[in-house]
């Protein structure tokens, strides 16, 4: 493809890629490129977008982009960061937010316009920002607001200039397809010039070229992506060119391992081995309560479990090369990109990793993919629904929703609720957060509610809902946990018991995912407490919270209490931002 009818310019946004796969999901090419990309090299374009980021305006050294963009003939769309750096530069007031807007908002239109045509009131958007658009810039008209942001969208039809605060490019903004189809056909007047369904060949085509000649050896989880991109080295290498291995570090759910072995059988598998490494991953993590080191130890523990089965089997440097299933919401969180934030180092991106990708030995079919697409790719590929539905699973497994504290606390009372004294991983206007949640007493009957909170508190970045518990808050306390057998073993039995009672129930098939955390917060006698954390996502890029039937939920949590050691069940009902899906 020669020049794209869109250029996506990345202003370290954690959906600035996604903004680009929505385009071309319009049959429309769009290519990122960095934002400083100076105009002249964009004028063919119909279109240039900016993306979000992780910055402000005002901050020495942000992300900036060439003002003359805004005098080329073709369109130009600003999206959240990039909303405010068109007002900034074009002569608007741009301020910096005391707290900000995360997650769910609705939006109200006040005028008519090209870019929010045919978007009703009271539309479902996703935010994620901390400045704000306080005065468009003249020649611009404000054109609709929400009830923490007045300028939630603004545009200049006759200089072809278009901004949104909100995100249009990610599943959870209802109106978001229609906005950019606003942009590509209305405004830019786009033509469809790509095929999307061509993926496979291509891949298969990249597979062969990054492997040229050598052995891929393999390691996979019994999750989604690995499965996927492992079949599609089988069917690009053929058999006797794949190696696979399935390790077990201790670290995995309840009759994990079996359900691997008896299903990689089926896909063909003739080289693949399960590799018992549990006391590999568990002894160094001992006494480790960071989550950034915990994932790194584990990321690199992987690099030398590889190591050793590749050294008995006798491979050379030469002669093979490492797949991953890596997708690239991985790559993005892990601060992939130049100027994106970096939320947290997924197992598959630690330095070990790195060294061989740079050394050119590693092949990541999906790493330009979401969940989403790995799935529809997986079923083109006829692998069983039984593999492709299941939720997904981190590759750091338990490791990573075992919270750990390294001193003790004590819960602290505000006025609505208590702050527990664990703190969890955030992203909230495209950067990393690391605070502690809220926990209220009940259920709110305002979903809204936890937003409303988080959007007030700038201390906290979830809140969850007591729903069971031994005592009252008030005698409960931080317990100092840390990766234990006996805690990961506490924390599958609840996970085992959510998944049998989801699967029962049919919620299973209701939520996107399920996890099941285990915190240090409880009395000296049953030192943990639970979380519930189900969400529906479309590809893990935003979440929104599910709740549960009453009943049912009554049935989890009474089960749940009944596990040695457990004090009390919360239910998570923060939205991804401001939290991530997992706790960390
Ligand atoms: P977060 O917690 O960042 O997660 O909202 C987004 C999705 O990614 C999964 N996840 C991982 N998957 N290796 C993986 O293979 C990892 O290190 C990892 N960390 C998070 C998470 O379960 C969710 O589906």
């Not at 934002?35 to 964009?42: D, G, I, N, R, S």
């Not at 006494?287 to 950034?292: A, L, Q």
């Not at 629904?385 to 390294?406: M, Q, S, T, V």
Request: glycine share 8%.
């Amino acid at each position: 493809m020669e020049s794209p009818q869109i250029i996506v310019l990345d202003s370290g946004g954690q959906y600035c890629h996604l903004i680009a796969r929505k385009v071309r999901e319009f049959g429309v090419y769009a290519e990122v490129r960095a934002c400083e990309t100076p105009a002249e090299q964009m004028e063919s374009a119909k279109g240039i977008i900016i993306s979000g980021g992780p910055r402000s305006v005002y901050e020495p050294g942000a992300p900036m982009i060439d003002p003359s963009i805004f005098n080329l003939p073709g369109a130009t769309l600003g999206i959240c960061y990039g909303q405010q750096l068109m007002a900034y530069l074009l002569g608007g007031d741009v301020q910096r937010g005391e707290k900000g807007e995360y997650g769910m908002a609705m939006l109200d239109v006040d005028a008519p316009s090209q870019i929010l045509a045919e978007v009703e009131s009271n539309s479902q958007v996703w935010m994620s920002h901390r400045d704000t658009v306080k005065a468009v810039p003249p020649g611009f008209t404000a054109l609709a607001h929400t009830s923490t942001c007045a300028i939630a969208s603004m545009e200049n039809a006759t200089r072809k200039l278009y901004a949104v605060q909100f995100h249009p490019e990610v599943a959870h903004t209802h109106p978001g397809k229609q906005i950019l189809r606003n942009f590509l056909f209305n405004i830019c007047g786009c033509h469809q010039d790509w095929d999307p369904s061509q993926r496979i060949p291509a891949v298969e085509e990249y597979i062969r070229k990054t492997a040229a000649g050598r052995k891929v050896f393999f390691f996979v989880s019994g999750g989604v992506d690995s499965t996927v991109a492992y079949t599609l080295c089988l069917q690009a290498l053929g058999p006797n060119s794949v190696h696979g291995a399935y390790v077990d570090t201790g670290l995995m759910r309840e009759h994990e391992t079996d359900f691997v072995r008896d299903n990689f059988a089926r896909l063909g598998a003739k080289n693949f081995q399960i590799v018992d490494a549990r006391n590999e991953f568990l002894a160094p993590l001992t006494g480790i309560t960071e989550p950034e080191k915990k994932r790194h130890i584990i990321g690199e523990q992987f690099v030398a479990v590889q190591e050793r089965i590749l050294q008995s089997g006798h491979y050379t440097d030469d002669d093979w090369i490492l797949g991953q299933g890596t997708i690239y919401p991985d790559t993005i969180e892990s601060g992939g990109t130049t100027k994106a934030d970096k939320i947290k180092t997924h197992h598959n991106r630690v330095a070990g990793i790195q060294r061989l990708i740079d050394a050119g030995r590693i092949v990541e079919p999906l790493s330009l993919f979401y969940k989403d697409e790995v799935r529809e790719i997986g079923r083109e590929l006829r692998i069983p629904d039984e593999l492709l539905d299941r939720h997904p699973f981190p590759g750091p497994g338990l490791a990573i929703r075992c919270l750990c504290a390294e001193a003790k606390g004590e819960a602290q009372r505000i006025d609505e609720g208590y702050i527990l004294p664990v703190h969890s991983v955030g992203v909230q206007g495209d950067e990393r957060t690391y605070r502690p949640a809220l926990a209220l007493d009940n259920l709110p009957a305002d979903e809204l509610h936890a937003t409303e909170l988080i959007n007030r508190l700038s201390n906290i970045n979830r809140v969850v809902a007591t729903v069971g518990s031994r005592v009252p808050m008030n005698f409960m306390h931080g317990t100092a946990g840390t990766i234990t057998d006996s805690r990961l073993a506490r924390l599958r039995r609840a996970d085992a018991i959510v998944r049998r009672i989801s699967t029962e129930s049919g919620f299973e098939g209701k939520v996107w995912q399920f996890p099941v955390v285990l915190l240090p917060v409880g009395t000296d006698q049953h030192p943990d407490s639970i979380v519930l954390r189900p969400i529906d996502s479309v590809d893990g890029m935003t979440a929104s919270t599910v709740f549960m039937d009453p009943a049912l939920l009554e049935r989890m949590v009474s089960e749940l209490m009944a596990v040695e050691g457990v004090c009390a069940v919360f239910y998570d009902l923060t939205h991804k931002p401001p939290a991530t899906i997992e706790w960390e």
